[in-house]
Antibody, heavy 123, light 106 residues
Framework: QVTLKESGPVLVKPTETLTLTCTVS??????????VSWIRQPPGKALEWLAH???????SYSTSLKSRLTISKDTSKSQVVLTMTNMDPVDTATYYC???????????????WGQGTLVTVSS | DIQMTQSPSSLSASVGDRVTITCQAS??????LNWYQQKPGKAPKLLIY???NLETGVPSRFSGSGSGTDFTFTISSLQPEDIATYYC????????FGQGTRLEIK
């Protein structure tokens, strides 16, 4: 059974750096057909893809947030880490990680998803 | 980035109704289009990938069609458990989602 679980702080202050960890089980981060993406959802709003990491350690990032994001993985620990710098109240959202099927064009579809973790940005 | 426009943004229908949601891409994305269901307080769930392929275990009342820029998601006979928000997502380029369609029971 494939599962993903997000962990990290529930509250961060403006200008701080957010670090989130996704711990996966049931598949390997070295599987060439699979990767892991981070996706977020502000309260009551739509989903927004943030970043993806491939098995070969190649990364791709949202165009609008690229300067603030870093994604990395530790295959031996089955963990994917996302950092987002200079947090702002508008970054308040539920952050999800998801296993991602890799397509010829890059990240494909997301299945399954973790339960998500709500991060609030407030002083 | 490729923009995805979903319509309607909300929809009210009766049990047993046929429900259709559309998604339009700002440029040709071939069949690189997926559909998700999100129930309140839950993570999204993949229903359809590559525009028309039903994910394993998803009921056959769900279906998808389209290619290029125009796509359709259909529930053939609405069930009470289908109440959710539905999202389309393209992956021809960096992934982007539609704004969602909130489906309610009339």
């Amino acid at each position: 059974q494939v599962t993903l679980k997000e962990s990290g702080p529930v509250l961060v202050k403006p200008t701080e750096t957010l670090t989130l960890t996704c711990t996966v089980s049931g598949f390997s981060l070295s599987n060439a057909r699979m990767g892991v993406s981070w996706i977020r959802q502000p309260p009551g709003k739509a989903l927004e893809w943030l970043a993806h990491i491939f098995s070969n350690d190649e990364k791709s990032y949202s165009t609008s947030l690229k300067s603030r994001l870093t994604i990395s993985k530790d295959t031996s620990k089955s963990q994917v880490v996302l950092t987002m710098t200079n947090m702002d109240p508008v970054d308040t959202a539920t952050y999800y990680c998801a296993r991602t099927e890799v397509s010829s064009s890059g990240p494909g579809w997301f299945d399954p998803w973790g339960q998500g973790t709500l991060v609030t940005v407030s002083s | 980035d490729i923009q995805m426009t979903q319509s309607p943004s909300s929809l009210s229908a009766s049990v047993g109704d046929r429900v259709t949601i559309t998604c339009q891409a700002s440029q040709d994305i071939s069949n690189y289009l997926n559909w998700y269901q999100q129930k309140p307080g839950k993570a999204p769930k993949l229903l359809i990938y590559d525009a028309s392929n039903l994910e394993t275990g998803v009921p056959s009342r769900f279906s998808g069609s389209g290619s290029g820029t125009d796509f359709t998601f259909t529930i053939s006979s609405l069930q009470p458990e289908d109440i959710a928000t539905y999202y389309c997502q393209q992956y021809d380029n960096l992934p982007t989602f539609g704004q969602g369609t909130r489906l309610e029971i009339k």
